[in-house]
């Protein structure tokens, strides 16, 4: 049995995933590059990014196996 095609708003889904994953990745490394001070909330506010890309791609990976079983 062949599997269904993945639906358009999913893929969408994965790919905004991936840009937030990407820009917290980016982010992450220009605050380690710079040499001046951050606060906190702005030190964290790039591990927020990436972890929640990484939980939004989970999520719409099963949504996506879910919808092909």
């Known amino acids: 049995m062949d599997p269904k095609p993945t639906p358009r708003h999913l893929m969408l889904h994965i790919i905004a995933a991936l840009l937030v994953i ?3 990745v980016i982010w992450l ?3 380690w590059r710079s040499d001046s001070p ?3 909330l702005e030190a964290s506010l ?3 990014l990436v ?3 990484f939980a939004w791609y989970v ?3 099963l949504r996506i196996w879910r919808h092909q079983r």
């Open 22 to 24: 990407l820009a917290g």
């Open 38 to 40: 951050v606060s906190d």
């Open 46 to 48: 790039p591990h927020v």
């Open 59 to 61: 999520i719409t990976r």
């Open 29 to 31: 490394i220009v605050q």
């Open 51 to 53: 972890l929640g890309g």
